[in-house]
């Protein structure tokens, strides 16, 4: 069984600081790894995603996540962020089993960015 | 391009009754999966439709039912609702395939059950 924790519920940072999501997952079989944002009132939207490869991703809006499998975590981050990145943000897993890929979500982090 | 799209985007139902709502995927895809976002947690999978079957399914109670019809859209059915069953429901669709792990999400139907 695969489980994901988002270490924060609450992240507060000020425009234009750089911010960290953290997120760690733990499961016995391998794994993808995935960063949705949620914007109020809309469904999920895909920020960036891990198969294989290089550990560090690059997505949209500016965002990155480095994948450590020796610590099974997967944090996003980005340099420098906006008013406007103020959202929930949810780490997911699914298992590598060619069929289905059911996402199992962490419980969310919420990102207030003030000025 | 139509995304995908959910109906109705809200419902209010009371305790005991029945519900259905739909959900149509994304041009092109041809499998839908459906996940449950109780407030201020993180979405739950239900199950997930593929050539008109439910293909996985997670851990949730038979009183959750559902269906995919050959154009691919699909519906969810809940029995005898419960209080705790208040959530927004939130429908993905993918592309069985090289790109099947990624799924785009609908805005989600929000059920109010009283």
């Known amino acids: 069984a695969q489980s994901v924790t988002q270490l924060d519920s609450q992240v507060p940072v000020f425009e234009e600081a750089p911010v960290e999501l953290r997120c760690n997952y733990s499961?016995?079989?391998?794994?993808?790894l995935f960063w949705y944002v949620q914007y109020p009132n809309q469904g999920l939207q895909l920020l960036l995603k891990y198969l294989s490869g290089s550990t560090l991703v690059k997505g949209i809006n500016g965002f990155e996540a480095e994948f450590n499998k020796s610590q099974t975590s997967f944090h996003l981050r980005k340099p420098s962020v906006h008013i406007s990145d103020t959202a929930e943000y949810f780490c997911a897993v699914s298992e590598n089993s060619n069929s289905g890929y059911a996402l199992n979500f962490g419980k969310g982090t919420s990102l207030l960015v003030t000025p | 391009d139509a995304g995908v799209t959910q109906s109705p985007t809200h419902l209010i139902k009371t305790r005991g009754q029945q519900v259905t709502l739909r959900c149509s995927p994304k041009?092109?895809?041809?499998?839908v999966s459906w996940y449950q976002q109780a407030l201020g947690q993180g979405p739950q999978f239900i199950f997930q439709y593929y050539e008109e079957e439910e293909r996985q399914r997670g851990n949730f109670p038979d009183r959750f039912s559902g269906h995919q019809f050959p154009n691919y859209s699909s519906e969810l059915n809940v029995n005898a609702l419960l209080l705790g069953d208040s959530a927004l429901y939130l429908c993905?669709?993918?592309?069985?395939?090289?790109?099947?792990?990624?799924?785009?999400f609908g805005p989600g139907t929000r059920l109010t059950v009283t």
């Open positions: 041009s092109g895809h041809d499998t």
């Open positions: 499961s016995s079989v391998s794994v993808y």
């Open positions: 993905a669709s993918s592309l069985e395939g090289q790109s099947s792990y990624e799924q785009y």
